[in-house]
């Protein structure tokens, strides 16, 4: 069957299988382990295991999170805007410029207390990380 298409025809469906063959070796399915590169310290993969700040329709998601110390908190902004993420109280942690769509992590302080945090762009979203 394949004889019968134009050369140029049958290089794509050549083509076509030898991707998607080499596709399904990489599913993982097989029982093989995967590795995938290591997130730079400002931009990161959420992990299901980590704490996680979502920032959505102008708020802080969840509004208080409690984490230990020096504890990686991953921030993501699903709001339009650019928000921060920055602690009110001296220079505890600051995301810096989140933009929309934007994933970045922090690290929340090494000392135990409670840090009341604010978006710069927009003073009126609150929330709060504390640390034990």
């Known amino acids: 069957m394949l004889a019968l298409l134009p050369a140029r025809a049958r290089t794509a469906v050549v083509a076509t299988v030898a991707c998607a063959a080499a596709l399904a070796g990489c599913s993982g399915g097989g029982g093989g382990s995967t590795s995938s590169a290591t997130p730079s310290p400002s931009k990161a993969s959420p992990s299901a295991a980590g704490p996680l700040i979502t920032i959505k329709d102008f708020a802080f998601h969840p509004a208080a999170l409690t984490v230990a110390p020096g504890t990686k908190v991953t921030v993501i902004n699903k709001d339009a805007a650019t928000h921060t993420v920055t602690a009110t ?4 942690f600051d995301t810096g410029e989140v933009k929309s769509g934007q ?5 929340a302080p090494a000392r135990p207390g409670a840090y009341p945090y604010i978006c710069t762009i927009h003073p009126t979203m609150h929330g709060s990380l504390t640390v034990r």
């Open 89 to 92: 109280a001296g220079k505890a």
């Open 103 to 107: 994933t970045v992590t922090f690290e």
